[in-house]
C-alpha cells in the first residue's frame, strides 16, 4: 500500500485553506476512489468538510497511542516491519555487533531512547507476537565514570 499525506496550513484559529496542489487533488480522488461527475464535481472542500465532522469535540486526555500502532503505521519503512510489538533491549557490546533499526527506535519509542541505543550501542527488539510484547521501558546503561 502506499503512503499518501497531505499536508495544509492550520490557523491559530484552527482553519485551513481548502486549496490543494494538483497533484495532491488527483493522488486524493485515486485514494478515495472516486469517479469523474460532470453533474457533481469533487471539491476538496467536500473533503475537509466532511473530516472536520469526524474530529472529536472532546478527547481524553488519559488515550495513549500505544507502540505498536505507531509501528504499524510505518511498517513499510522498517526493517523486520512485520515486527511491530517492542520486546526489550539488545546489548550489541555482548556479541561486538553494531545498533540496528535507529529510524524505528526514534519513531516508536522517543527521542530519549533513540539517543541512549546510539550513544550505547543498544538496538530496540521487536516481535510480531503480541503475546511476546513487553511493557515500555527506557534501556539499562552503566554510565562509565
Given at each position: 500500500?502506499?503512503?499518501?499525506?497531505?499536508?495544509?496550513?492550520?490557523?491559530?484559529?484552527?482553519?485551513?485553506?481548502?486549496?490543494?496542489?494538483?497533484?495532491?487533488?488527483?493522488?486524493?480522488?485515486?485514494?478515495?476512489?472516486?469517479?469523474?461527475?460532470?453533474?457533481?464535481?469533487?471539491?476538496?472542500?467536500?473533503?475537509?468538510?466532511?473530516?472536520?465532522?469526524?474530529?472529536?469535540?472532546?478527547?481524553?486526555?488519559?488515550?495513549?497511542?500505544?507502540?505498536?500502532?505507531?509501528?504499524?503505521?510505518?511498517?513499510?519503512?522498517?526493517?523486520?516491519?512485520?515486527?511491530?510489538?517492542?520486546?526489550?533491549?539488545?546489548?550489541?557490546?555482548i556479541?561486538?555487533?553494531?545498533?540496528?533499526?535507529?529510524?524505528k527506535?526514534?519513531?516508536?519509542?522517543?527521542?530519549?531512547?533513540?539517543?541512549?541505543?546510539?550513544?550505547?550501542?543498544?538496538?530496540?527488539?521487536?516481535?510480531?507476537?503480541?503475546?511476546?510484547?513487553?511493557?515500555?521501558?527506557?534501556p539499562?546503561?552503566?554510565?562509565?565514570?
Open positions: 500500500s502506499e503512503l499518501f499525506c497531505l499536508s495544509v496550513s492550520v490557523s491559530t484559529d484552527y482553519d485551513i485553506k481548502t486549496s490543494i496542489e494538483r497533484d495532491q487533488y488527483k493522488a486524493l480522488v485515486e485514494i478515495l476512489g472516486l469517479q469523474y461527475d460532470p453533474n457533481n464535481p469533487f471539491k476538496p472542500k467536500y473533503f475537509f468538510d466532511e473530516l472536520n465532522i469526524q474530529i472529536p469535540e472532546r478527547v481524553n486526555v488519559n488515550s495513549r497511542v500505544a507502540i505498536h500502532e505507531i509501528a504499524e503505521l510505518n511498517r513499510p519503512s522498517y526493517e523486520d516491519g512485520e515486527k511491530i510489538y517492542f520486546k526489550g533491549w539488545k546489548d550489541n557490546n556479541k561486538g555487533e553494531k545498533v540496528r533499526n535507529l529510524q527506535t526514534k519513531e516508536c519509542l522517543g527521542e530519549e531512547a533513540y539517543q541512549m541505543c546510539k550513544e550505547h550501542n543498544i538496538s530496540s527488539v521487536w516481535t510480531k507476537h503480541k503475546t511476546e510484547s513487553k511493557e515500555f521501558h527506557l539499562d546503561v552503566v554510565v562509565e565514570k
